[in-house]
Each structure stands twice: as C-alpha cells, then as structure tokens.
C-alpha cells in the first residue's frame, strides 16, 4: 500500500505560479513513476506530467514548457512547478503513483484556482 499526500494548491492570479509537492509512504520501492494529474469541472480526469525513478519526464501538451515535474527519490517526493498560470488550469489536480508491478495510487487532490 501507497499513501500519497498532497500540497500547495490554492487561489492564483492569471499568469502567477504555484508549486505543487506529493510526498509518498510506504511500500514505494525503487522502481517507479509519480506524475499529477487534473480533473476540471465537468471534464475528465486527464494526465498533466508524470516522472520515472529515472528522471524520464512526460508532459501533456497543455503543460509543455509552463510547467516542470520533478523529484526527489530519497524524499520519495514530486514537485509540480506551474507557471504562466492560465483560468484554464482551474482543476483538482491529483498526484499519481505507479509502482513496479502496474499498481496504481491516487491522492485525495489539491484545488487550483486561477483567477483575478
């Protein structure tokens, strides 16, 4: 079992930046990939950026080069730096681990609120 906690959502002006961190415990092992993803009003839940163990790094294109995944192995933490914040990243945005085996973990979210 995975137990993922969440921090540093909350209420932005458009063009602002937050970070995002998602600390896991328990049985994390050393091989895996911890990535965000986001669910808007009335949309589905959709990926946003996840990272490998490796350092192996995917963006959604809507994320491509306003926001930056990273993380921390000995901390078995992941960071999510936004930036240009944009009303449209409005979203619970969810952190996501997936061990060696394909089994997967979601946190409970973080609200992000873009708006003047």
């Known amino acids: 079992q995975v137990h993922l906690v969440e921090s540093g959502g909350g209420l932005v002006q458009p063009g602002g930046s937050l970070r995002l961190s998602c600390a896991a415990s328990g049985s994390v092992g050393d091989l895996n990939t911890m990535g965000w993803y986001r669910q808007a009003p009335r949309k589905q839940r959709a990926l946003v950026a996840h990272?490998?163990?490796?350092?192996?790094?995917t963006y959604h294109d809507s994320a491509e080069g306003r926001f930056t995944i990273s993380r921390d192995n000995a901390k078995n933490t992941v960071y999510l730096q936004m930036n240009n914040l944009l009303p449209e990243d409005t979203a619970v945005y969810y952190c996501?681990?997936?061990?060696?085996?394909?089994?997967?973990?979601w946190g409970k979210g973080t609200l992000v609120t873009v708006s003047s």
């Open positions: 990272i490998t163990t490796g350092g192996t790094t």
């Open positions: 996501n681990f997936v061990d060696y085996s394909g089994m997967e973990f």
